[in-house]
């Protein structure tokens, strides 16, 4: 006897919240969103916020810990967040997941971008699972930021409360995300290796 998924208990779509400025026109004005980066890495949360201003976009709010994200988001709204994924006590995926949660509005309906240094099947399929948007790999080319930032505020997908989850609907294939470059993101590593070395005054 074939299994029929159950269907979900809830859906919702954003709407008129903070972030729908990005959404609403085929011209993405990037410049005058509220943006929050988080990251427990300095130099990389440096380097993301370098690459958004190169796009017009200044970062607002600049977090080192989940923990400082939660309290900014409690009372601030944001249209994007960048959040990389291991950070120690409260990592990416877990400040993602309470976000979608929260019951913040419009907050818990922001496009979430979730960074990781390596990008595996589980770590994918974690991001998808705590409600992020997208994932991609650390380091990453101002134009791969770029392409990933146009996706994520053109991604109309309505958001559904399904068991535990909450966040974009999972089964959404039209208008799939851009493919993660693989040759050119180890070419990348390792420049962005060396950087940190050269930064680090680790360079012989």
């Avoid at 999972?170 to 851009?178: L, N």
Wanted: hydrophobic residues 40%; charged residues 25%; neutral net charge.
């Amino acid at each position: 006897m074939a299994m029929v998924p159950a269907a979900p208990s809830k859906t919702s779509r954003p709407s008129g919240g903070v972030g729908e400025s990005l959404r609403e026109s085929s011209v993405i004005n990037l410049t005058g969103a509220v943006t929050m980066v988080v990251d427990d890495s300095p130099f990389a949360l440096d380097l993301t916020s370098q690459a958004l201003l190169g796009f017009g976009i200044k970062t607002r709010y600049a977090c080192n810990s989940g923990a400082e994200a939660m309290d900014i988001l409690k009372d601030h709204p944001v249209d994007l967040l960048i959040v990389d994924c291991e950070m120690p006590e409260m990592d990416g995926y877990a400040l993602v997941r309470w976000l979608r949660r929260s019951g913040l509005d419009p907050n818990a309906f922001v496009p979430v971008i979730m960074t990781a240094a390596h990008v595996r099947r589980t770590k994918v399929k974690e991001a998808r699972d705590c409600g992020a948007s997208f994932v991609i790999t650390k380091p990453f080319s101002a134009s791969t930021l770029l392409e990933r930032l146009v996706w994520v505020a053109r991604d109309a997908r309505p958001f559904l409360e399904v068991g535990d989850y909450f966040g974009p609907d999972r089964r959404f294939r039209q208008g799939d995300p851009p493919g993660q470059e693989r040759r050119a993101g180890i070419i990348r590593k390792t420049q962005f290796d060396a950087e940190q070395r050269a930064a680090a005054g680790g360079v012989q």
